[in-house]
Structure formats: C-alpha cells, structure tokens
C-alpha cells in the first residue's frame, strides 16, 4: 500500500467510522454504568381518565392518592377532544380512544406480568375504562377499576 493512499477521503472516512465505533464501545459500559440501562418500572401505575371535556381533575387525584401514601407511577390518559358534548355523544363510545387504552394497559402488563396495574375513570371516562377492559386481550387483567360519578348504563 502507498503511502499516499492514506490521504484518499473515503479511506479517512473510514479509519474515522473505525476510531468513532471504538470509542462508542468503550464508553458505553461507563454510561450504561452511570445512567443505568435499565427501562424505568412500568408498575405500579394509576392511569387516571378525565370526565367529557378534560377539565383537569387529574392533579387532584394525584395530589389525593400521594396523600394518601401512593408512591407508584400516576399517569393521565386523554381521550376528549375537549368539546363536552362531542366527547359524551361520540369520543366516548366510538371506541378508538378504549382500543388505545386497552393496547397500552397490555403493553405495561407484558413488561410486567405481575405488577399492579389500577384504572380510575371520572364521568364520561368510564366509558371509556369500561370499553377498554373489553377490548382487553384473553388473560390480560388489571388489579382495581374505580369508576367515580359514572355516566355509562347500568345494562354496561
């Protein structure tokens, strides 16, 4: 080999990709080791569902469960459109929304087979939570469903 060869671009380019994958090799045990490369907990979780229109009752149930000694994750799920009676009349029971809920409750479940998994839904969102657990795959549960000031049928 010449010596001049080394000055061709794409040989550069090479030893650069080389020098780049080595140190990448190298540091990532010290990052893993300092960051940690473990995926954050999925459980337990609290997924809270807001009543027709979104009026933000979230931070409140959250406030009250923390009170209350929970120290799991809390999350909320969207589903209005933030149009109250868009969201009764159709949101609600359409079903796109539950399938999406029932989808993401699966997800956390196959990560974390035996985890506590809790469903809170406010007026309209029980509909939601509802239809959700019937979408639910076979053998998939979660561990308590409140339903506050429910607005679905008692035939439901």
């Not at 997924?47 to 979104?54: E, K, R, S, V």
């Not at 609600?92 to 699966?106: N, P, S, W």
């Not at 985890?115 to 076979?138: E, K, M, W």
Request: hydrophobic share 45%; net charge positive.
């Amino acid at each position: 080999m010449r010596c001049d060869a080394l000055t061709r671009p794409d040989l550069r380019r090479r030893f650069l990709h080389l020098g780049m994958l080595f140190c990448g090799l190298c540091l990532a045990p010290i990052t893993l080791a300092a960051v940690g490369c473990g995926a954050k907990a999925q459980t337990p979780i609290v997924i809270f569902l807001d009543g027709a229109g979104g009026f933000g009752y979230a931070g409140a149930v959250k406030q009250g469960l923390r009170q209350g000694g929970y120290e799991g994750r809390f999350e909320q799920f969207v589903w209005t459109s933030f149009l109250a009676p868009v969201d009764h009349l159709v949101i609600a029971r359409a079903g796109g929304r539950a399938a999406t809920l029932a989808r993401k409750i699966e997800r956390i479940r196959k990560s974390d087979s035996q985890g506590p998994i809790h469903l809170i839904g406010l007026s309209a969102g029980t509909a939601v939570v509802v239809a959700a657990l019937q979408r639910l795959d076979d053998g998939i549960m979660v561990d308590n469903v409140v339903l506050l000031s429910s607005s679905i049928s008692a035939r439901r």
